[in-house]
C-alpha cells in the first residue's frame, strides 16, 4: 500500500488559528490538485477531531476533476466519538469508522473496523486495508493522526502546500501534533523530491 500524507500549512507552519478553527490556506490552483490526488486515491483517512472540528464530507468535488469517484472515507476514531450526525455518515461513499477493540458502537452508513487495544493500532489497520484492496492512502490529517503515521514509519510520500499567509499563536497547531520527537535520533527525515510555485503558494 502507497500511503501520501497530504496538508496545507501557512508560511510559519500553522494549520489553523489559535483556537484550532479551520482556515483556509489552499488556493484554488491548489484546490483543484487536492481534489485529483483524492480521486486518484482508494482512501482518505482522517482522525476524529478533524471530524468533531470541522465536520469535512471527505468527498471528490466534480468542479475539480473530469469523473469524480469518491474514494473510502476511513476515520480513526478510537472511542467511537463520530457523531451520528456527522457529514462523513451521509451515505455518499463509503465509509469505514476504525476503533479500538473493546469499543461496540455503530454508526449509521458506516461499517465498523476495530483494531487496537486503547489506541488503533496502525500497522495492523493496514493490513486490514490491504485485504479490502486499498492501494492508495491519502491521510489528510489531523496533527496527531500525521505524526503517528511519520512516527511509525508507514508514510511513502508527504505532501505539503506553504500558503502566503502566517497566522502566529503559541498554540496554533501545526502539521504533526501528537509527542513528537523527545531527541534527534526520532526525528522523522524527509527527502525533498520538488519544489514549486502553486498560485500564490509554494507546493512541498
Request: aromatic share 2%; charged share 25%; hydrophobic share 40%.
Amino acid at each position: 500500500m502507497r500511503v501520501t500524507i497530504n496538508c496545507a500549512m501557512s508560511a510559519d507552519g500553522k494549520i489553523a488559528l489559535t483556537t484550532r478553527q479551520q482556515t483556509k490556506i489552499s488556493n484554488d490552483d491548489d484546490k483543484k490538485r487536492v481534489h485529483k490526488l483524492r480521486n486518484s486515491s482508494d482512501a482518505i483517512l482522517v482522525g476524529v477531531e478533524t471530524v468533531l472540528s470541522d465536520d469535512p464530507k471527505l468527498t471528490v468535488n466534480p468542479k475539480y476533476v473530469n469523473k469524480a469517484r469518491h474514494p473510502v472515507r476511513i476515520i480513526l476514531d478510537s472511542y467511537g466519538r463520530t457523531p451520528k450526525s456527522a457529514l462523513v455518515l451521509n451515505g455518499e461513499s463509503k465509509t469505514l469508522i476504525v476503533t479500538n477493540d473493546s469499543t461496540k458502537k455503530t454508526f449509521p452508513n458506516a461499517d465498523v473496523v476495530r483494531s487496537g487495544k486503547k489506541e488503533v493500532d496502525l500497522h495492523e489497520l493496514m493490513k486490514i486495508l490491504e485485504k479490502k484492496a486499498i492501494e492508495k492512502l491519502l491521510v489528510e490529517g489531523g496533527s496527531r493522526v500525521i505524526w503517528s503515521f511519520l512516527e511509525s514509519g508507514l508514510a511513502d510520500e508527504v505532501v505539503i502546500f506553504v500558503g502566503s499567509m502566517v497566522i502566529g499563536g503559541d498554540q496554533s497547531p501545526t502539521p504533526a501534533g501528537g509527542a513528537g520527537a523527545l531527541d534527534e535520533k526520532h526525528i522523522v527525515a524527509l527527502t525533498l523530491k520538488s519544489a514549486r510555485a502553486l498560485g500564490n503558494g509554494v507546493l512541498l
